[in-house]
C-alpha cells in the first residue's frame, strides 16, 4: 500500500491526460513534432533528451518503489512519516508533504502553460525551419525564456518529498543536473541559430 507513489503517479498520469485534451484539438502539429525524435535534432541532445525524460523519471520511481519496499530511508519527515502512509501523517510532516505536492502540479500547470504558449515546444532541440519557427514571447515565456525547463526543475525536485524518499533525491539531483546542461546548450543554440532570440535573450532571464 504505497499511497505516496499513487499520489506521484496520478499527478503525472492526470497531466499527461489534461495535455493531450488541450493540444490535440488545438495543435496537432505540435504533438506530431513531439512524437518522435525529428531530423536535425542535436547530436548532443540525441543523448540528453531520452536520459532526461525517459532514464530520469524511470530511476526516480525504482529508486522510490525500492526504498519504500526495503527501508533504505526514512520517509519524508519527521519520523510520524516513515510508516509511508499518507493517511497516518500529520504535524509538519503533513505541510511538507503537501507543500511539495502543490509544488509538484502548479510545475506541471507552469510547463503546460509554456507548452500551450509556445507551437515549436518541441521534444527535441533542434531548430524548426521547416515549420517557421520563431521567437515566442508569449504567456510565460514574458517572464522565463525556458519556462518548460523550470517547470521541470520544480517538479523534479519536489518529486522526492512526495514519493516520500529521500534516497530519491540522488537520480532526482542527476536529471536537475542534466536540464541545467541542455538548458544551457539549446539557449546557446537559439541565440546563434534563431533570428531574433539574442535579442529577446537580452531582456527576458
Request: aromatic share 10%; net charge positive.
Amino acid at each position: 500500500n504505497w499511497t505516496f507513489g499513487w499520489v506521484y503517479l496520478g499527478v503525472t498520469v492526470l497531466t499527461q491526460v489534461l495535455c493531450a485534451l488541450l493540444l490535440i484539438p488545438r495543435r496537432p502539429d505540435l504533438i506530431a513534432e513531439r512524437s518522435k525524435m525529428q531530423a536535425g535534432t542535436k547530436k548532443w541532445d540525441q543523448l540528453l533528451a531520452p536520459l532526461i525524460s525517459l532514464a530520469g523519471p524511470l530511476f526516480i520511481m525504482v529508486t522510490a518503489g525500492l526504498d519504500a519496499r526495503f527501508g533504505w530511508s526514512a520517509l519524508i519527515p519527521p519520523a510520524s512519516l516513515s510508516v509511508g502512509s499518507a493517511d497516518s501523517v500529520c504535524g509538519a510532516g503533513t505541510v511538507l508533504w503537501i507543500a511539495a505536492l502543490i509544488l509538484a502540479i502548479g510545475s506541471s500547470l507552469f510547463t503546460l502553460w509554456a507548452m500551450m504558449s509556445n507551437p515549436f515546444f518541441a521534444s527535441t532541440v533542434r531548430i524548426q525551419n521547416d515549420r517557421g519557427q520563431n521567437v515566442v514571447s508569449a504567456g510565460p515565456y514574458r517572464i522565463v525564456r525556458h519556462p518548460g525547463y523550470l517547470g521541470a526543475v520544480i517538479f523534479d525536485l519536489a518529486a522526492p518529498l512526495v514519493l516520500g524518499s529521500l534516497w530519491t533525491f540522488v537520480p532526482s539531483i542527476i536529471t536537475v543536473v542534466l536540464l541545467f546542461v541542455r538548458t544551457g546548450l539549446e539557449d546557446r543554440t537559439l541565440q546563434t541559430e534563431l533570428p531574433g532570440y539574442a535579442e529577446y535573450a537580452a531582456k527576458v532571464r
